[in-house]
Nanobody, 117 residues
């Protein structure tokens, strides 16, 4: 079955960096788009970054120039490099994919990022 396992979260000071990783299994990773979402308490998950099977990327305006999404298909892994972190980046980050457009949403368990100011 599809599994997404995130890691790499933690506590960091404002201005610092973290790299999140999401290891995927149970599907042909290299042909699917992968996303990172961000959620804070009481709010809906928001799309932060996406990478297509061909490596094209897109970002939320709030993270452009600071975050970089990448993938290593040989490792079934998608990364989110987070630089110049701000307090508003605090929250849980989730890895996400769909195996067809409009299909079931697969989520990881999330990894907590806390940015102290």
């Amino acid at each position: 079955q599809v599994q997404l396992v995130e890691s790499g979260g933690g506590l960091v000071q404002a201005g610092g960096s973290l790299r999140l990783a999401c290891v995927a299994s149970g599907f042909l990773f290299r042909v699917y788009r992968m996303d990172w979402y961000h959620q804070t308490p009481g709010k809906q998950r928001e799309l932060v970054a996406t990478i297509t099977s061909s490596g094209s990327t897109d970002y939320a305006d709030s993270v452009k120039g600071r975050f970089t999404i990448s993938r290593v298909n040989a490792e079934n892994t998608v990364y989110l490099q987070m630089n110049s972190l701000k307090s508003e980046d605090t929250g849980v980050y989730y890895c996400h994919t769909q195996l067809r457009v409009g299909g079931y949403d697969y989520w990881g368990q999330g990894t907590q990022v806390t940015v102290s100011s």
